[in-house]
């Protein structure tokens, strides 16, 4: 069976960058932009055009550094903003315009007070309005994830007449279960005619920690492109991580689908993000979070010293961390000590190990963590040692 490509859509610099306090100024969208490109994200969302003479600007110039990635604007269905975006992306070697309209009936009732058949119109408008700058046409249907299947079927059908090549399905409101999200979009492949002309794109959110999960049910179920943020960040409780997604789909290959991520570059892009917003990223977060090849426990650490993949399923270099690492605590076993002893230049016997462990003990007890300057203390204090230390 051949493997599909998910495309990825990177939003770190616009839904991402909704993080309230983490605002980037144009040099710093720059920098990432560039990044986002070397990584090898298949789109980059630079901005929101209308909201901002700042993110104007930073469209602008993301649009004329960017080499290989499409580059996306983001408007709402408003002709202003379909205007200003296709404006932003002049510059741009592949400018795609990402237009849309809340179809929930929590939305067309309560935030549009309108009715069904008027969002249809203002879709569609919409998407003829932006297929007269750009060729590139991507239509949201906000709040799709509570969104009547039958109703959203018939809004897709439409918005694909009008031109639309890629359809997002966001679950808005991060409310979605897994299983409900891939369904939704099984349907929709299903039901909608003319869907072959377009890709179902994922757009997930995290408010019950489920964005990931959901993602990946989307393309389990034909969606082609997930939407998603550096370190999963955005609004509220954040967007679809793109490492996780990533990594998901490389060490499960009999999925048969893949992306065109250079993975090796995760952990520094995702410390690159970080750093620039100001936003630190959980030590436990999966695949770029510090403890994510840390290992604390006896067993633990026993097991990767003999085989590494006892406990670990991603070879860490694989997402560009140097190596595991062997974390010296309370926790810890004679074969991790005698693992980082050897490390820093002691080569221990038997009994000059159990020596050795003891003192560690009654060390790390005091310590969280025990590290290298500690090693050498703990030496000095042993009397089985100082043949080595001479
Ligand atoms: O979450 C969402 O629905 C969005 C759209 C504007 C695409 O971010
Ligand atoms: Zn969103």
Do not use: W
């Amino acid at each position: 069976m051949s493997t599909d490509k998910v495309q990825i859509f990177d939003t770190t610099l616009r839904d991402g960058e909704q993080v309230p306090g983490c605002k980037l100024n144009t040099e710093q969208k720059l920098v990432i932009a560039r990044r986002l490109d070397q990584l090898g994200v298949d789109i980059i969302e630079a901005g929101f055009p209308i909201s901002s003479p700042g993110d104007f600007n930073s469209v602008v110039e993301i649009s004329k550094v960017v080499k290989n990635a499409t580059v996306c604007g983001l408007t709402r269905a408003v002709k202003k903003d379909i205007e200003v975006a296709a404006q932003a992306l002049t510059h741009a070697k592949r400018p795609r315009i990402h237009t849309g309209i809340g179809t929930s009936d929590s939305h067309i009732f309560h935030k549009f007070k309108t009715s069904r058949e008027e969002i249809i119109e203002r879709a569609v408008s919409a998407v003829k309005y932006a297929k007269s700058f750009v060729e590139d046409v991507e239509f949201f249907a906000e709040d799709a994830g509570r969104t009547d299947d039958e109703y959203l079927a018939k809004v897709c059908e439409e918005v694909i007449k009008a031109g639309a090549t890629v359809l997002n399905i966001p679950d808005t409101t991060g409310y979605c279960l897994p299983e409900e999200y891939g369904r939704k979009i099984k349907y929709l492949k299903e039901n909608v005619k003319g869907i072959e002309k377009a890709i179902l794109s994922c757009h997930c959110h995290n408010d019950l920690g489920l964005a990931t999960a959901n993602s990946i049910s989307g393309v389990i179920n034909g969606a082609r492109q997930i939407e998603c943020t550096i370190n999963g960040i955005g609004e509220r409780a954040g967007n679809t991580s793109l490492e996780e997604v990533v990594m998901i789909l490389k060490q499960h290959p009999y999925l048969n689908l893949d992306t065109n991520i250079n993975t090796q570059l995760l952990f520094s892009t995702s410390k690159m993000v970080s750093e620039n917003m100001g936003m630190v990223v959980q030590p436990n977060k999966a695949i770029v979070g510090d403890n994510a090849f840390a290992h604390s426990s006896g067993i633990h650490q026993d097991g990767v010293i003999k085989h590494r993949e006892t406990y670990e399923i991603i070879d860490p270099k694989d997402v560009g961390v140097t190596d595991s690492a062997i974390v010296l605590t309370a926790r810890s076993g004679r074969a991790a000590l005698a693992y980082r002893s050897k490390k820093v230049g002691y080569e221990l016997s038997k009994d000059q190990l159990d020596e050795v462990y003891t003192m560690f003990l009654t060390y790390a007890d005091r310590k969280k963590e025990v590290v290298d300057e500690d090693i050498h203390e703990i030496m000095k204090l042993c009397v089985s040692t100082n043949s080595i230390l001479a």
